[in-house]
């Protein structure tokens, strides 16, 4: 009897496993495979005979054509629009990479999608906080409740130390170190990372571990941020109580990363170099700092053409109708260089007061 696709892909995330995956990077290549084998399902499971470049390319047209997203998440309601070709890319990633899985196997005698095309992406558009925006998301959250105190001390902690949604979910009390003044982040590919955090950050945290943290479901939990039962707080949890809160505040685009991005940007613009911010953020290489980078540069160069007493008046409103132009650059313009003189623990200092200057609460 021929082997059916979901039992090669039951192997395929059990592979994942073994070589290290974290849990939710094998989710996400289950559940796009998953997709594909419904899209071959024609009465009965899909097998491998069924797995052709043909269909492959059936499928992504069919994710190309739909009209909608999150029709069948089980957290987020449906929403009008198609995917995005970020998306799209991944659904074509997970694909070249079970295709290449089967030969590796001995399933195939060749990658079955080696001439399957990725879609052209686009230049991301980094956006960050501003002082204003910063302000009115502190100020709508009631810390002297368990939702609010929790809220709290997490939009400190992400905006001062620029950890991913996943690594505040994540922490541990054991890797949080109050008197020290930073935390210990297990990132992508299970790697640990620093990441320091700074007076205000601490209060909060503080405040929430001994008045606001509820006692764990049971001894074996030791993490951070837990539910009002109890249980680790969750991916989708922290990210739907940021959705509320952005439309809340009039910051509908508010999301983890964005937080990220805010601190990457400030760092750099006090002084931070790329190498150390590269090492706090927790990236492999230096192509994706580099898109801080550039951003911070221009933040810079647009300020100074706005406040410098020598700049021309008239020129000045159009300086700030290019604002948005010129913070759209991808990381391919980004250049190599360090903004300025100060180090690494300066700026991580100086992050640390613009978060406690911009609260008023």
Request: one cysteine or more.
């Amino acid at each position: 009897m021929e082997i059916t696709l979901p039992t090669l892909i039951d192997l395929f995330s059990a592979t994942k496993q073994t070589e290290g995956n974290s849990n939710r990077t094998i989710e996400w290549y289950k559940a796009k495979l998953t997709h594909f084998a419904d899209f071959l399902k024609n009465g009965e499971e899909a097998r491998l005979t069924d797995v052709t470049l043909d269909t492959a390319r059936s499928f992504i047209a069919s994710l190309q054509a739909r009209k909608c997203r999150f029709y069948d998440h089980p957290y987020r309601p449906t929403e009008e629009g198609g995917l995005s070709p970020f998306t799209i890319h991944g659904y074509v990633r997970t694909l070249k990479v079970f295709s290449t899985w089967l030969v590796e196997e001995g399933f195939t005698s060749k990658p079955l999608f080696a001439r399957l095309k990725r879609p052209k992406l686009g230049k991301p558009m980094i956006q960050i906080l501003s002082h204003q925006e910063i302000n009115s998301i502190v100020n709508a959250i009631n810390p002297n409740s368990f939702l609010g105190g929790r809220m709290y001390a997490i939009v400190l902690l992400l905006l001062d130390t620029g950890i991913r949604a996943s690594e505040c979910c994540n922490l541990t009390l054991g890797n949080t170190h109050m008197d020290e003044g930073y935390i210990k982040v297990l990132g992508k590919g299970s790697k640990e990372r620093i990441a320091p955090f700074g007076g205000t950050t601490k209060k909060a945290l503080i405040r929430y571990t001994t008045a606001w943290r509820p006692e764990p479901e049971h001894d074996l939990i030791d993490s951070f941020f837990l539910s009002p039962q109890g249980k680790p707080l969750t991916y989708s949890g922290l990210s739907q109580a940021l959705k509320r809160l952005g439309r809340r505040t009039g910051v509908p685009r508010l999301r983890a990363h964005l937080f990220r991005h805010t601190f990457a940007v400030r760092y750099l613009m006090n002084g931070g170099d790329v190498m150390t911010l590269r090492l706090i953020l927790g990236h492999s290489t230096l192509d994706v700092t580099q898109m801080y980078m550039h951003l911070a540069e221009a933040h810079v160069r647009i300020q100074h053409h706005k406040f410098s007493p020598v700049a021309p008046r008239h020129k000045k409103q159009k300086i700030r109708a290019k604002t948005t132009e010129a913070l759209a650059f991808g990381p391919q313009h980004a250049r190599m260089q360090v903004v300025g003189p100060q180090g690494g623990s300066e700026a991580q200092s100086a992050v640390s007061s613009m978060v406690d200057g911009c609260l008023a609460v």
